[in-house]
């Protein structure tokens, strides 16, 4: 995927060249790319953060490097100097075939498309990187969702998953998948999915399922920021040779600045996006995204009753109380 982005940058500027300079946008200056400070850009700050997450997942993996003393932290650097590089650079080559006064409102779910669609018939090749863009995106959508779903799996029942994950959530198969844990998944989409079902269209529940991730995402970095700044509070407690700040109050404070922006950014991510507001609809949005977020936070805490019932229940059963059962 990436090498399809680093593709379409270079033919963008190629093409721009071979078209004289022309611009979808025009008058592109400065000027195009500030933002107007308001709400509904201020709502889209946690799409930004729902871009660069992600790269945590990788942390189960890391003892599988040859140096993760020094290597991760260098990865982890270059991933976000290379992610603001392409996405400052797609911006622009996107200004080359967009006009950004006259987006198109299905932009977020075919703009890619329509984008290789555009540059092939530019250079000569008919559809063919549209039909290649498809094909690559269909691969890499199903790698994406085998990977999250072996490393959120991994995250969550490793190291700490018999203290704090509940024990139907662990049973694994002959294979070593977590079964349990998958249907759990495909339940809750399914359920997210149901809510989506009364948008007009497609293209409105593909936005709000996208614009849902500037929610939920930067609400998930939240509680890691906030472990962040429990385990550096308590290095001693809980020491790792994995260190990228060395001071713990530096670490701390870090940890709390980005809770907040995080925080911030999740709150305003409630606010619909891509409908204009106070209409039916962008009510209908705002009431889905509450309730997805009540029900998965309540679903947490109801998991998280259940393992501390069935501790509750082992200690009983240890301490010889085991008539009551």
Known sequence: MIIMVILFLILAFFGLVKSGGHMATKNFGFHSIVPDFNLHYWSTVGMLIYAMNGCELVAPYVTKMKKPKTDFPKAMIALAVMTAFLTILGSFALGIYFDANHIPNDLKMNGAYYLFDMLGEQFGMGHFLLYFWAWTSLFFNCALVA????????????????????????????????????????ALSSFIMILGIFLPDMNDIFNWLLNLNSIISPGVTCWIFYSFMHVRKNSKKYPSKYVYIKNDKVAWLVGIALLIVTAVATILGFAPQDIKQGTGLWWYELIINIVTVIVLIGLGAILLDDVKLNTALLFIKHNGFGWAF
Do not use: E, H, Q
């Open 147 to 186: 990977v999250l779903l072996d490393a959120m799996t991994r995250m969550l029942i490793s190291y700490t998953g018999d203290k704090y994950m509940p024990k139907f959530l662990r049973k694994k198969d002959k294979n070593g998948l977590p079964v349990n844990g998958y249907i759990l998944t495909v």
